[in-house]
């Protein structure tokens, strides 16, 4: 049998695994930050019917700039952006590998505040961009001072900021985004994916972008939209950084029928995003009775809770496991994170969660 071995890899791929967490069929899966509520019927009809009336056309080419998706999906930023700021491709992983592309590479660094979003690291080693690893403070947050002096350090050719932070929750003031710009000298990536679970009083970074032309927000309809499986990611920037990215994208990277499942899904925001005070109630739940029996827990403002536990986190991994509960190992010794989905699957979690 031939191995990866066997092949002329590149060096620097040897040896990796790819990313993903554990695809285990288990009853309350609560490892991916999905989710849980599924499409309600009434969106699920409005997509089938949209999908459904591209399929004649599915012998042409799907509109190469997305033109209609991207009108939609600046429209429900607000924030006075137009279509020409905002692009989209197959979901924010898509969207943040093309940033790197265009302003990342070989020869370029791209820094990143850990713990935060697994997948920056590895964009950064397919896109052979260099990549460092900045610090957080022990309490997991990032003061605008602790993130300057390790910018200024480095001055990477992009930051990534991560807000609220994955897998901590805990999203960042505007003020730390506004003093990491004018330190960088490249671009600032803000990865938002969690943005609309925010608690009241957090503000996004796209109220500095009329002022910041090498700052990118990056959004994706895999969270709080529910629909990760569609995989529609997008930013908000300065024109052209728009213009920048489509020198690396590829033709038609996006097909005609995620173009239409994703409008049709947009036009019905008020359904799919329902759930969001629901799943924010679970949230707000499971850090107030972790915290009851005595544990540490991270302040979340996304889908999310990273706690933590006594001892080794991949035995009580393995324990919640064997009681049907699926959270993430996220590498962090002595903490585990844990998605916040319906009522009755908290309920599952803090019940096993109970007796450790
Ligand atoms: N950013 C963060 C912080 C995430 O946690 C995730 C999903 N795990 C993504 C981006 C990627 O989401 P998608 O590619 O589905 O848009």
């Known amino acids: 049998m031939t191995g990866l071995d066997d092949l002329p ?49 599915l012998n042409r080419y799907p509109d190469r700039d997305a033109l209609a998706l991207r009108a939609d999906l600046a429209e429900y930023l607000g924030h006075e952006l137009t279509t020409a700021h905002v692009w989209a491709a197959n979901g924010s992983n898509e969207v943040q590998q093309q ?16 713990p935060a979003y697994s997948m920056h690291p590895l964009l950064a080693l397919g896109t052979g961009t260099g990549w460092v690893p900045a610090t957080r403070g022990a309490d997991f947050g990032l003061t605008a001072a602790d993130a300057v002096a390790q910018v200024r350090e ?52 796209l109220t500095l972008l009329p002022r910041h032309p090498r700052l990118v927000v ?20 300065d024109p052209a950084v728009v213009d920048a990215v489509q020198l690396v994208r590829l033709p038609y990277h996006l097909s005609s029928l995620t173009q239409a499942a994703a409008r049709a899904a947009l036009a019905h925001r008020d359904a799919l995003l329902g759930t969001v005070e629901a799943i924010k109630e679970q949230r707000d739940r499971i850090v107030r009775e972790l915290r009851r029996s005595g544990r ?10 990273l706690f933590e536990v006594a001892g080794d986190q991949q035995a009580t991994w393995r324990t919640l496991l064997e009681r049907g509960v699926l959270v993430r190992d996220v590498g962090l010794p002595g903490w585990l994170r844990v ?16 007796s450790m």
Request: proline share 7%.
């Open 99 to 114: 940033l790197l592309q265009a302003f990342g590479g070989p020869g370029r660094t791209a820094l990143g505040f850990t």
């Open 154 to 205: 480095h001055r990477p050719d992009v930051v990534f900021l991560c807000s609220p932070n994955n897998p901590t929750g805990t999203a960042l003031d505007p003020d730390v985004v506004a003093a990491v710009l004018a330190a960088a000298p490249g671009m600032v990536v803000v990865d938002e994916a969690y943005a609309e679970f925010a608690r009241p009083g957090t503000a996004s970074a």
């Open 218 to 237: 990056t959004r994706t309809m895999s969270k709080a939209f529910g629909f990760a499986g569609g995989r529609l990611g997008y930013l908000a920037a």
């Open 296 to 305: 540490r827990v991270a302040d979340s403002d996304a889908n999310f809770v």
């Open 339 to 354: 998605t916040a989905g319906t009522a009755a699957e908290t309920d599952a979690f803090l019940a096993a969660m109970e």
């Open 9 to 57: 890899l590149r060096d620097d791929l040897r040896g990796r695994s790819p990313y993903g967490a554990p695809q285990l069929d288990v009853p309350v899966r609560l490892n991916t930050n999905e989710n849980s509520y599924p499409v309600p019927e009434s969106v699920v009809a409005a997509i089938a019917k949209a999908v459904g009336a591209e399929l004649r056309d």
